[in-house]
Structures are given as C-alpha cells and as structure tokens.
C-alpha cells in the first residue's frame, strides 16, 4: 500500500499569510508513461463532506480560487494557499490514485491565529 | 444539479448488518465509477470500496473484505453498500463518492453529505 504521509498535523496562521502544506508518499505515484503524477488535493470544511481543489498534483478543480496551488513531483507535493482568507479554514487531505488502496494523507487542519 | 444522496446508516450492535443506499442524479449515472470513503469521529478519509461504471471492476480496503459488498443498479441511478458482520471499528460517517471518469485511476470529484453508522450495544 502507498502510505501518505502529511505535514504538518495542524497550522494557525493570520489572515493574509501563506499557508504551506506537504505531503510525501512512500512510493512514487509519478506515472513515467504519461508523466503526470496521481495526486490530488481535498479541502474539508467542518460539517462538510470533502471538496476536491487540485488534481494531476497542480490542476486546480474548475472554481478553486487562484490563491490554492500544487506542486511537487514523484513522492513529494506541496499544497500553497498563497494568501490566507477566513473561508480558508478546514482541514486538508492529499490522496494518490496511482494504485490501489486508493489512500489518503492524515490532513492537516488550518486555524486563524 | 449533481447529486449523491446517501440513506440507510443508523444504530446497529456489532455483529449485524446494514445496507446503505445512495441516490445519484444530475448525470448519466452510467459512465462513471463509484466508491464509498468514510470518516470516523474526528479522524481522517479512509477509502472503502470501489466499482467500475459496469460493475464488473469492484476493488476494496483489507479492512472491509469478506465483510462489505458494493453493487449498483445503473437502471436506478443507485449505488449500495451492503456491511455484514459490523465492528465497532466501523463507526463512521460514509459517504457516496463520484470518480471523475469510468475506472479508478481518477480523482473523487464529487461527494455526497453521508450518512453515519454507529456500530454499539
């Protein structure tokens, strides 16, 4: 099974700051043939089911704001909120679609300080 | 409007079984795989089953195999996931999940509300 592993486990920062979160993966999940790699990005807010933000590891979903970007290739990936805004709290999952089990990071949960 | 409306969870003692629904709408239901991921309390995603547009494909967690059966009526727009022998472990909120495309090698672009299992005596 490909273990995801995200870090960190939790960030408070204040309104308009940069929030980087990573995600590293026990084996590659860089598919050399089509050279895209199987990573994507959800944003769960409380209450809500997950909401896709990124795929193919840098696509952002139609409707995801600018300010979210993906990055990072083979087992290392980086989800950056460039400027963080109040509707940006939630936790978020990276998951690989490269093989199965399908698996999911452990998400990182982001506050306003 | 794309839609996946989850029904069927509830109390059950461990032991017992439960079948969840999930109604979808809004697309041709037929052209796209489907898979259920549950949440327990305060934790993370864990993905559970998956089913290819025909259901021929189905792929599953170690966790759930010999337990968990998921089929779909295409003719219904349904989705299901039978549970046998339930655990406590398996208290979670599930949710129905839409691949993007016909096979699994894709992301979960859509998510229904979910509908929470709690297994208790």
């Known amino acids: 099974d490909i273990v995801m592993t995200q870090s960190p486990d939790s960030l408070a920062l204040s309104l308009g700051e940069r929030a980087t979160i990573n995600c590293k993966s026990s084996q590659t999940v860089l598919y050399s043939f089509s050279n895209k790699n199987y990573l994507a990005w959800y944003q769960q807010k409380p209450g809500q089911p997950p909401k896709l933000l990124i795929y193919?590891?840098?696509t952002r979903e139609s409707g995801v704001p600018d300010r979210f970007s993906g990055s990072g290739s083979g087992t290392d990936f980086t989800l950056t909120i460039t400027s963080l805004q109040a509707e940006d709290v939630a936790v978020y999952y990276c998951q690989q679609y490269y093989n199965t089990p399908l698996t999911f990071g452990g998400g990182t949960k982001v506050e306003i300080k | 409007e794309v839609q996946l409306v989850e029904s069927g969870g509830g109390l059950v003692q461990p032991g017992g079984s439960l079948r969840l629904s999930c109604a979808a709408s809004?697309?041709?239901?037929?052209?796209?795989?489907m898979n259920w991921v549950r949440q327990a309390p305060g934790k993370g995603l864990e993905w559970v089953s998956y089913?290819?547009?025909?259901?021929?494909?189905?792929y599953q967690a170690d966790s759930v195999k010999g337990r968990f059966t998921i089929s779909r009526d295409n003719a219904k727009n349904s989705l299901y996931l039978h549970m046998n022998s339930l655990r406590d472990e398996d208290t979670a909120v599930y949710y129905c999940v839409r691949h993007r495309g016909g096979t699994w090698d894709d992301v979960f672009d859509i998510w229904g509300q979910g509908t929470m299992v709690t297994v208790s005596s």
């Open positions: 089913i290819s547009d025909t259901g021929t494909t189905i």
């Open positions: 193919w590891a840098s």
């Open positions: 809004g697309f041709t239901f037929t052209t796209y795989a």
